[in-house]
């Protein structure tokens, strides 16, 4: 794993209710246990943004665009649209093999995998509901860029969905295996973020370039 650029990441959007970041791969959202793990994306914000708090997460390797609300309501508010899937998604994936279709719906109950932590498993009787849809957009030899709109959001929905499905995400070192996980990173980009804006309820969309690489 490569690790993040020193500093705060570069701000997509700044204003008094909100803040919008492009966070590199490696870098945590939240602290972890720990203090190696203490560095994160929140730490650096507060620095220059006194009271930015965290709304929603990343993956540390996933890179892209993440919400940090500056007030308790703005807070509250942003919680509630994530929660109640008034938000819109969209990533971009580097994944192993070339789909045989253009597009599809991955829909894979899942739940924790009480063993192996961090780790999800899919469980037909006893996980949560948990659907991605997804579209080809460039196919190479060997690897495929994929559009990823997580409908629900679990934690690593995208990463086990696709290693099921049979095309890991290059670089995961959880759920790929063999030199599908020799990259230097998770080849996961959260491109495009939809969100209620807390003055009004309007929606806002923000959006950060992708780093990752052509298949």
């Known amino acids: 794993m490569i690790p993040p650029p020193d500093g705060l990441p570069p701000v997509l959007h700044a204003d008094e209710r909100l803040l919008v970041f492009d966070k590199p791969s490696g870098l945590l959202s939240v602290p972890g246990i720990g203090p190696e793990k203490a560095d994160c994306l929140v730490a650096r914000a ?24 500056r007030d308790a309501e703005a807070h509250r508010q942003l919680s509630v649209a994530f929660q109640e ?6 990533y971009l994936a580097l994944v ?13 109950p899942m739940r924790k995998d009480m ?3 961090p780790r999800q498993v899919i469980d037909w009787r006893a996980g949560r509901a ?7 957009l460039e196919a190479g030899d060997e690897a495929a860029l994929l559009s990823l709109e997580p409908v629900t959001g679990r934690t ?7 290693a099921v499905s049979g095309h890991p995400i290059l670089g995961d070192d959880l ?3 063999g030199t599908a996980r020799e990259d230097d ?17 309007r929606p806002v969309r923000f959006a950060a370039n992708s780093p990752l690489p052509a298949p």
């Not at 192993?96 to 894979?108: H, N, R, T, Y």
């Open 175 to 177: 759920y790929a295996t």
């Open 156 to 162: 690593h929905q995208l990463r086990l969905h696709l």
């Open 46 to 69: 507060e620095v220059e943004y006194p009271g930015a708090r965290i709304v929603h997460r990343l993956d540390r390797d996933t890179s892209g665009v993440i919400v940090l609300a």
């Open 185 to 201: 990173r998770l080849m996961l980009h959260a491109a495009e973020l939809t969100v209620p804006h807390p003055d009004d309820g």
């Open 130 to 136: 948990s659907t991605t849809r997804w579209s080809l």
């Open 115 to 117: 063993c192996r932590p």
């Open 96 to 108: 192993s093999k070339v789909p045989e279709s253009a597009s599809g719906v991955i829909d894979f």
């Open 85 to 90: 899937r008034q938000t819109s998604k969209r």
